[in-house]
């Protein structure tokens, strides 16, 4: 593991000993390095400087062209010249571009360094209910989580999952209580036949009980206070309820680990700790803020009052940690999350991958954990996520206005990306294997890259055709460039066209310094990504990247060039483009077909 200064860090730190020699005032600034189209690099930092120290712009930048190093055979710098007001262009040489690719290439981390103080960091992500349907906010979750985790972890970050399942409260007293009014229920099978598989039919049990359960809860008040009780009993451990709870987590799980699969995400059963593990704490919970005044009665409620957080008729909207009834909501369970992730797990970062409408919520919690001194102020941080939208605009809705099933979308983008796949798999030879496999991995792709790809506060809009489409900003297009990369590739072995090797005493087309520049940012954006959790900048630098990629491929002809020197360092732009969109793609969870 070498980590490999990028050339943008090396010729940031030659112009900033440039400055310092030639100012010692200057010391220390920032000359503003950034990537640009009139050279390689341009700094504005001087502009800024000048006027602080009262100098003059264009000739603070001469004085520091003056000091810095000049070309020789092993300096970054090719050509550097002052412009406008006082900026500084800067071309680098092609032989240093080669160089420090090369020694990423040797790199099994293409160089890519790790965090230098990694932490503790909990992200509680994907927390679908139990008994209830998975829907896109838990696509959202679960794909901008994954993304997450793993480019953390890749940054050595040790990162905790937790998946907060709604797996507790009152749904759940109606639930047991008409099961264990109506014991069969749940082995009734007519509803789940013709699912497609167990979780499938453990869903179609589940919807049916809720279904039946909820109509009942609605109509009939004796039946909704016995559930009432029930709910009591249940959180005071009571075991008939207990068993019966357990069986309909168990069916839930089922279920969500089918999902999970064919999202193509790993979703470890011992980090799903849902609502109903704090259980045991939430009598502390409330006993801590009470006796610590955070926390006051109002009503026989709990509650905790924000100066700034008051409804529309003006009246403060308080969060209630308990209920009059004693009934424990959903804010208590998460202030006593918070306890265990920072008192037990002794996280030093907590993250709620969320829906932005639950902002408030987060704001109150996190709040409240703080005066109660249980989190350190700026330690937790909600990563709030847009709505996904249909193509009217609107929340995405069934025609009948029910939520969508997330496994039928899924199951829809595969299938179209199965008819994308195929139409292609004729001139490839692929089977019949290789083409269902390509089908779900572009499918599942396009989903995940649609999503990942915007914004994450950003609403979006679910459009299946655009997102299996071949042109724009879509996983298939990144699919189509990596798999471009790998045919030329087995193409140069098949002619023995020699392999990919660097050669640092080429001069370097355009299209080659383009391509070979932006494949030196990777490390940067990575760190970047980490740094503000934002995995559509690794979705915007892959994309550049096989789109700068395809350039190089029309222009820059690899196993017809000119010579021998020129094919080996072409294959081997080529070979580092194709293992830095593999790992790219990877942290986006999104997978990489060979042949497509
Ligand atoms: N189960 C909730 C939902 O589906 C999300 C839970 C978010 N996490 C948390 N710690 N509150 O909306």
Redesign the pocket.
């Known amino acids: 593991m070498a980590s490999v200064p990028s050339l943008a860090a090396t010729v940031h730190q030659r112009v900033v000993d440039a400055l310092s020699a030639a100012l010692p005032e200057a010391a220390g600034a920032d000359p503003l390095l950034r990537r640009s189209d009139r050279a390689d690099f341009q700094a504005n930092g001087l502009l800024a400087l000048a006027k602080k120290l009262k100098g003059n712009p264009r000739e603070l930048a001469s004085q520091v062209v003056g000091a810095l190093p000049s070309g020789g055979e092993n300096g970054e710098i090719a050509e550097i010249e002052v412009s406008g007001p006082g900026f500084l262009n800067i071309t680098v040489a092609d032989a240093a571009i080669l160089r420090t690719l090369a020694a990423r290439y040797e790199d099994e981390r293409l160089g890519v360094p790790v965090a230098e103080n990694p932490g503790r960091t909990v992200i509680?992500y994907s927390?679908?209910?139990v008994a209830k349907e998975m829907h896109v906010g838990h696509l959202r979750s679960t794909v901008i989580g994954d993304a997450i985790v793993q480019i953390l972890e890749h940054q050595g970050e040790t990162v905790i999952r937790r998946h907060?399942?709604?797996d507790w409260g009152t749904n759940f007293g109606m639930l047991i209580q008409y099961l264990i009014e109506h014991p069969h229920e749940l082995d009734h099978a007519s509803d789940s036949e013709g699912a497609k598989d167990e979780g499938e039919a453990a869903m179609a049990r589940l919807n049916r009980l809720y279904k039946s359960s909820r109509a009942v809860f609605d109509s009939d008040e004796e039946f909704k206070s016995r559930a009432r009780d029930r709910v009591v009993r249940l959180q005071a451990g009571d075991e008939e309820t207990l068993a019966l709870w357990h069986k309909i987590v168990d069916e839930s799980k089922t279920y969500f680990q089918g999902v999970y699969e064919k999202l193509d995400v790993e979703i470890r059963d011992e980090d799903v700790v849902g609502e109903s593990a704090y259980n045991d704490d939430l009598m502390n919970v409330v006993k801590e803020l009470e006796e610590s005044g955070v926390a006051v009665r109002s009503d026989g409620a709990l509650c905790v009052f924000f100066d700034d957080v008051k409804g529309q008729d003006g009246t403060p909207t308080p969060l209630i940690v308990q209920k009059s009834n004693g009934g424990f909501g959903?804010a208590a369970t998460?202030l006593a999350?918070i306890r265990d992730r920072v008192g037990t797990l002794h996280a030093d970062k907590l993250l709620?991958v969320?829906?932005a409408r639950q902002a408030l919520h987060f704001r109150m919690v996190f709040e409240t954990a703080q005066r109660a001194g249980w989190l350190p102020e700026g330690a937790a941080r909600q990563l709030p996520f847009g709505t996904v939208l249909g193509k009217d605009g609107k929340p995405f809705k069934t025609r009948e206005g029910e939520t969508v099933r997330l496994v039928d979308l899924l199951d829809e983008a595969i299938g179209r990306a199965t008819a994308v796949v195929r139409e292609k798999s004729e001139k490839l030879g692929l089977s019949e294997e290789e083409i269902t496999a390509n089908g779900e991995q572009v499918g599942i792709g396009a989903v995940k890259y649609a999503d990942l790809s915007n914004s994450m506060t950003r609403d979006y809009v679910f459009d299946l055709d655009r997102m299996v489409s071949l042109q724009g900003d879509t996983s298939v297009y990144l699919q189509y460039a990596y798999a471009r990369t790998r045919s030329i590739l087995r193409k140069a072995a098949e002619q023995g066209a020699g392999g990919p090797v660097p050669h640092p005493e080429l001069a370097l087309a355009p299209a080659e310094r383009a391509l070979g520049l932006h494949l030196d940012e990777f490390g940067e954006t990575l760190s970047q990504v980490a740094e503000t959790y934002e995995p559509h900048k690794l979705a915007a630098y892959l994309y550049g990247l096989a789109t700068l990629f395809t350039g190089f491929y029309d222009q820059c002809p690899v196993l017809k060039a000119p010579d021998a020197a020129t094919v080996e360092n072409r294959l081997f732009l080529t070979d580092l483009t194709a293992r830095t969109l593999h790992q790219g793609m990877a942290l986006l969870g999104i997978r990489t077909p060979e042949r497509l």
Do not use: K, T
């Open positions: 509680d927390q679908p209910n907060h399942i709604g959903y998460d999350a709620y969320v829906d």
